[in-house]
């Protein structure tokens, strides 16, 4: 099956915690996003890649870190710098980075919880 | 930065009726995309319209766009209670991330 998964599909942190949250695609898709969505509010992008071993921040970095070490890879870190980390996270990927952007393939999302 | 702004906020409608949600947006985009998310899960795309076209179909979806107004429209045609969802405009220009919209929340009642 092709397609794009997030875990844990649940995850609580405890305050002053770093917790990293997965997304794997086998698309072979050049670019990875990362989005937050609080509810009932859309997407806010966190931070973005369009190729391996390169990314830029979005609209909401702070408090947040990733790394593209492999392309089916895009691991988000929440740190502990980031102070109202509660949200449902989604992975998102699309085929190069070149041109339009096209249609994005999402996860099924992390739901991140603070204790 | 959110560019797409749907309209309705919410929208509650009998099985069988009509959901028309429109989208309007502020700069010059490439193309404009709909995305339909299910409570709690991820997002799926829907229809993608470029900038040179005016309307498009898929099945009971019908979009149409209007760069000269900057908006668009997405209609459902005789809706299902699994129609319900929320549904985000998304624009793309060049080669930068889709910027979402905050989303219409649909109700279809049995």
């Known amino acids: 099956d092709g397609g794009i998964t997030q875990s844990p599909k649940y995850l609580f942190r405890k305050e002053g915690q770093n917790v990293t949250l997965s997304c794997e695609q086998n698309l072979n898709h050049d670019a990875m996003y990362w989005y937050r969505q609080d509810p009932g509010q859309g997407l806010r992008l966190i931070y973005y890649?369009?190729?391996?071993?390169?990314?830029q921040k979005g609209d909401i970095a702070e408090g947040y870190s990733v790394s593209r070490e492999k392309k089916e890879s895009f691991p988000l870190t929440v740190t502990s710098a980031q102070k109202n980390p509660t949200a449902f996270y989604l992975c998102a990927s699309s085929m190069g980075s070149g041109g339009d952007v096209g249609e994005q393939f999402f996860g099924p999302g992390t739901r991140l919880t603070v204790l | 930065s959110q560019q797409g702004e749907e309209d309705p906020q919410a929208l509650s409608i009998q099985e069988g009726e009509n959901a028309t949600m429109n989208c309007s947006y502020k700069?010059?985009?490439?193309?404009l995309q709909w995305y339909r998310q299910n409570s709690g899960r991820g997002l799926v795309h829907l229809i993608l319209?470029?900038?040179?076209?005016r309307e498009k179909h898929s099945g009971r979806l019908r979009v149409t766009l209007d760069t000269s107004k900057k908006s668009s429209s997405l209609l459902i045609t005789a809706s299902r209670a699994a129609d319900t969802a929320s549904y985000f405009c998304a624009t793309g220009s060049g080669n930068t991330p889709l910027v979402f919209g905050k989303g219409t929340r649909l109700s279809v009642i049995a």
């Open positions: 319209i470029r900038s040179n076209e």
């Open positions: 700069t010059s985009i490439n193309n």
């Open positions: 890649s369009q190729i391996v071993n390169d990314f």
